[in-house]
C-alpha cells in the first residue's frame, strides 16, 4: 500500500519568517517519483517539482527549496522569507515508477498562511 | 497557449438529475485524470484514462461515469447515483513517461 502524511495540517507565519511543511510517505516500490504541488485559493493545482527515487540530491529553486531523505522516508519542502503569495494549501504526492501506473496518491495537504 | 480547460466553473443542479462535467487539453497528453476534493481535504481519484476508448475506476468512482472518444477530451458524468456529488472536481493530464499530472482549474458543483 502507498500513502503519503502530511501532519501538519496548518500553518502560520509571519511574513518573511522560513516554513518548512513535512511530507513522509510509505511505499514498498523500489522506484518511484515525489511532488509538490501549490493550490491557491483559485482552486487549480499548481506543479512545483518533480523528484526521483534514486536522486537524494537536494534542490534549490528561488525561494523554494526540498530536501528528500529516503532513509526516513521524507521529502520536505521549505519556503524561505515566506511572502503573503505563498498562502496556499500544497499538497505532497506519491507515484510508482511503473509503466503504466500513472496514479498520484496525494497526502491531505497543509494549508500555509503568511501574515503580512 | 496550452493548457487544460474546465467547464462551467460553477455549476449547480436539483438532486436526482445528471449532470456532465467538461475537460479538454491542447498538451497532447496521452493520460487523463478525474479528481475530487471536499473541504479541507486531499484528492480522490474518481476515473483515469490513459489511452482513447480506454479508462480505469479510481479509488470512489461508484455513482460516477466517464468517456474518452478523443484523446483531448475526458468529460466526468456525476448521476444521481452518487450520494454526495457536492465537491470540487479536478481534471488532469499528464504525458506517459513523466509523472507530473497538470490540472485545470476546476469545477465547483453543488446539488441541493
Known amino acids: 500500500a502507498q500513502k503519503v502524511t502530511q501532519a501538519q495540517t496548518e500553518i502560520s507565519v509571519v511574513e518573511k519568517e522560513d516554513v518548512t511543511l513535512d511530507c513522509v510517505y510509505e511505499?514498498?516500490?523500489?522506484?518511484?517519483?515525489l511532488f509538490w504541488y501549490k493550490q491557491p485559493p483559485s482552486g487549480e493545482l499548481v506543479f512545483l517539482i518533480r523528484?526521483?527515487?534514486?536522486?537524494?540530491q537536494n534542490e534549490i529553486s528561488g525561494r523554494y527549496s526540498w530536501n528528500f531523505q529516503k532513509s526516513t522516508s521524507s521529502f520536505n519542502f521549505t519556503i524561505t522569507a515566506s511572502q503573503v503569495v505563498d498562502s496556499a494549501v500544497y499538497f505532497c504526492?506519491?507515484?510508482?515508477?511503473?509503466?503504466?501506473?500513472?496514479?498520484?496518491?496525494f497526502g491531505q495537504g497543509t494549508r500555509l498562511t503568511i501574515n503580512p | 497557449d496550452g493548457g487544460i480547460t474546465q467547464s462551467p466553473k460553477y455549476l449547480f443542479r436539483k438532486e436526482g438529475q445528471n449532470v456532465t462535467l467538461s475537460c479538454e487539453q491542447n498538451?497532447?497528453?496521452?493520460?487523463m485524470y478525474w479528481y475530487r476534493q471536499d473541504p479541507g481535504q486531499g484528492l480522490r481519484l474518481i476515473y483515469y484514462?490513459?489511452?482513447?476508448?480506454?479508462?480505469q475506476k479510481g479509488d470512489i468512482a461508484e455513482g460516477y461515469s466517464v468517456s474518452r472518444e478523443k484523446k483531448e477530451s475526458f468529460p466526468l458524468t456525476v448521476t444521481s447515483a452518487q450520494k454526495n456529488p457536492t465537491a470540487f472536481y479536478l481534471c488532469?493530464?499528464?504525458?506517459?513517461?513523466?509523472?507530473?499530472?497538470?490540472f485545470g482549474p476546476g469545477t465547483r458543483l453543488t446539488v441541493t
Open positions: 488532469a493530464s499528464s504525458t506517459s513517461d513523466r509523472g507530473e499530472q497538470y
Open positions: 511505499t514498498r516500490d523500489t522506484t518511484y517519483y
Open positions: 498538451l497532447n497528453h496521452d493520460a
Open positions: 484514462s490513459q489511452i482513447v476508448n480506454d479508462f
Open positions: 504526492a506519491l507515484r510508482p515508477l511503473i509503466q503504466g501506473a500513472q496514479k498520484l496518491v
Open positions: 523528484r526521483n527515487s534514486f536522486d537524494e
